[in-house]
C-alpha cells in the first residue's frame, strides 16, 4: 500500500470518530512524521503510543482525541498481526505468576517517589478519588479512603490487611482514623520504603511482599488498585487467598479498573511502557472467581470519578515538569502524558470502568447495607 493510501485509510477511520489530521479544533491531530500512517496500520495502538513518544504527531487534547477514537470503537477496527505473538502468549502462558510478581514494581513504581510525591495528592494515593462531594484532589482522596473504611466497617482493635498498600496512605488513614492494626504488603522496593517512614510509630507493619506469601488472619481486607495486576489466569487463586486470610465474619472490599468485555492481555503499548504484566478485569471475570468462594455484599461503580482524577494527576504533573525535568527527559514526558491522558478519555468514553466490591466468605448475617 502506497504511503498516500495508508494517509487516506487512517484519515477514513479517524473521520468515523470526528477527529480530523491537520484540523483546528482541540481533538484534531497534527501530523510531524509523514511515517505515522503505516506505523499506526501496522502495529496499531502500540504504533501510535511509540510514534507520539518519537515526537511524530501531537494533539492539543489527547484526552479528548482518546475519548472520540475509543467511543467509534476504533481500536477493534485495526488488528495487526504483530498483536498475534502477544495474544498467543497470553493464553498459553500465566504472565503474572510469583517469578514476575516484582516487576511491575520495578518498572513502574519504582521509577521514583519524586515524581509521584509531584503528581499525587498529598496522601501518596495512586488510584481512583470520590468525588461525590469533594472540590478538590486531597479532599476526594480523602473522601474516598473514608467511604472505603466505612464500607468495612472498621472498628478499633480489628486487624487489617492492605494488599498493594503503596506508600502506606491507606493504611496510615485506617490506623490513625479507626484504631485498626494494619498488615501493608507491596512489591515496590519504592514504595515500601517510603511507606515504612510514613507509617513510623503507627500499629502498621509494612512488607516487601507478594500477596501468595501472606500469612495470618484479618478481620477485614483491602486491596485499591492492586487487582489490575493480577491477571486473568491468577484471579481465582486471589480470591482462594482472600477467602483464607479472612475471618469467617469478615469482609473484603475490591477497588479495582475494569473493562466492559472479558480479554487476556493489556493494550500493547500500556503492557510494554506503563504496566508490564498487567491486565484489566471484566465483570464476568470477576464474578467467576468469587463465585463459590465468596458472597457478594455490593458492588459500587463510579468510573467517571476516574477521569476527573487522572486529570488533576497530569494538571499536577505539567505544573511541576520544570522541576522534574532535570530527572526525566522528554520522552518520558510525553510517555506519561499519552498515559494518563489516553486513560482519562478511557473512562470518559465509558471503556473503562471503576469498580468498589464488598465481599464476605459466608455473607453478611442480616444483611449488608452500603454507604455512598
Not at 496500520?41 to 494533539?59: F, I, V
Not at 479532599?139 to 466505612?150: H, N, Y
Not at 502498621?204 to 486473568?232: A, C, K, N, P, W
Not at 504533573?317 to 498515559?339: A, G, I, S, T
Amino acid at each position: 500500500m502506497s504511503q498516500d493510501r495508508y494517509r487516506s485509510r487512517v484519515a477514513e477511520l479517524l473521520s468515523v470518530a470526528d477527529v480530523a489530521i491537520g484540523g483546528q479544533r482541540p481533538w484534531d491531530v497534527q501530523v510531524h512524521d509523514g511515517r505515522l500512517y503505516r506505523r499506526v496500520m501496522a502495529h496499531g495502538s502500540l504504533g501510535l503510543g511509540e510514534a507520539y513518544m518519537d515526537g511524530w504527531w501531537d494533539c492539543e487534547r489527547l484526552d479528548e482525541f482518546f475519548t472520540r477514537v475509543l467511543r467509534a470503537d476504533l481500536e477493534t477496527v485495526i488488528k495487526p498481526l504483530s498483536d498475534v505473538p502477544r495474544i498467543v502468549g497470553a493464553r498459553l502462558f500465566n504472565l503474572q505468576r510469583p517469578t514476575r510478581a516484582f516487576r511491575v514494581g520495578r518498572h513502574h513504581y519504582d521509577i521514583g517517589n519524586d515524581l509521584y510525591r509531584c503528581m499525587l495528592d498529598r496522601r501518596m494515593i495512586y488510584s481512583c478519588a470520590y468525588w461525590a462531594n469533594a472540590t478538590g484532589l486531597d479532599e476526594a482522596q480523602e473522601d474516598k479512603l473514608d467511604l472505603v473504611c466505612r464500607k468495612l466497617g472498621l472498628e478499633p482493635g480489628m486487624r487489617l490487611l492492605d494488599i498493594g498498600c503503596g506508600w502506606g496512605g491507606t493504611a496510615k488513614f485506617a490506623a490513625e482514623r479507626y484504631s485498626v492494626s494494619v498488615v501493608g504488603v507491596t512489591v515496590s522496593r519504592e514504595q515500601a520504603s517510603l511507606a515504612q517512614e510514613i507509617c513510623r510509630g503507627l500499629d502498621i507493619d509494612i512488607r516487601l511482599q507478594d500477596y501468595r506469601d501472606i500469612e495470618g488472619e484479618f478481620d477485614r481486607v483491602l486491596s485499591l488498585g492492586m487487582f489490575e495486576h493480577v491477571g486473568y489466569k491468577n484471579y481465582s487463586s486471589f480470591m482462594d487467598i482472600v477467602r483464607r486470610l479472612l475471618t469467617s465474619d469478615g469482609l473484603f472490599l475490591l477497588h479495582t479498573i475494569g473493562r466492559n468485555r472479558s480479554v487476556t492481555r493489556a493494550n500493547p503499548w500500556t503492557q510494554r511502557y506503563i504496566f508490564p504484566n498487567s491486565m484489566l478485569p471484566s465483570a464476568h471475570q470477576i464474578s467467576r472467581a468469587i463465585e463459590r468462594r465468596l458472597v457478594l455484599e455490593d458492588w459500587h461503580s463510579f468510573g467517571q470519578d476516574y477521569d476527573r482524577t487522572l486529570m488533576s494527576w497530569y494538571r499536577n504533573f505539567e505544573l511541576h515538569w520544570p522541576q522534574l525535568k532535570e530527572r526525566y527527559d522528554e520522552r518520558f514526558y510525553r510517555m506519561w502524558k499519552y498515559f494518563l491522558l489516553s486513560s482519562a478519555g478511557g473512562f470518559r468514553a465509558r471503556k473503562t470502568q471503576l469498580w468498589q466490591i464488598v465481599l464476605a466468605p459466608r455473607g453478611v448475617i442480616g444483611g449488608y447495607r452500603a454507604p455512598r
